[in-house]
């Protein structure tokens, strides 16, 4: 009979150690909207040919982005995205109305909406 050759047996290898990782703890803030300390008003008659003009309110925090959009019945007038609004013939006999909305980086946005009135001859 032959011999038999031996048995190898691989080395026993272990994972190296190491050590847990920890993170730091997460502090979690609660996320707030932009506030804004007085209502926008909107000024200026309601009549064609006239300039209604909203103010942007004293907003918190400050530097928060204000951004318009003038309605008329409830839609969108297409290019009134300042914070005047020269009335029309087109708009005469609507109601007239704008929504400001205030953005700020960390801070949930808000909007209002103001209405003018209806737009008189």
Do not use: E
Not at 3 to 23: D, E, G, I, L
Not at 64 to 80: D, E, F, L, Q, S
């Amino acid at each position: 009979m032959a011999p038999t050759p031996p048995v190898v047996v691989p080395p026993v290898v272990s994972p190296p150690v190491v050590p847990p990782v920890v993170a730091p703890p997460v502090v979690t803030l609660p996320l707030t909207g932009v506030d804004n300390a007085h209502r926008p008003k909107v000024r200026g008659k309601t009549t064609v040919g006239a300039t209604l003009k909203v103010n942007a309110a004293s907003w918190i925090p400050r530097g928060a982005k204000v951004t318009y959009g003038w309605r008329a019945n409830g839609k969108p007038i297409k290019k009134a995205t300042k914070s005047k609004l020269k009335l029309t013939k087109n708009v005469k006999g609507k109601k007239i109305s704008v929504r400001v909305v205030a953005t700020s980086a960390g801070h949930l946005p808000v909007a209002v909406v103001i209405s003018a009135g209806r737009v008189k001859g």
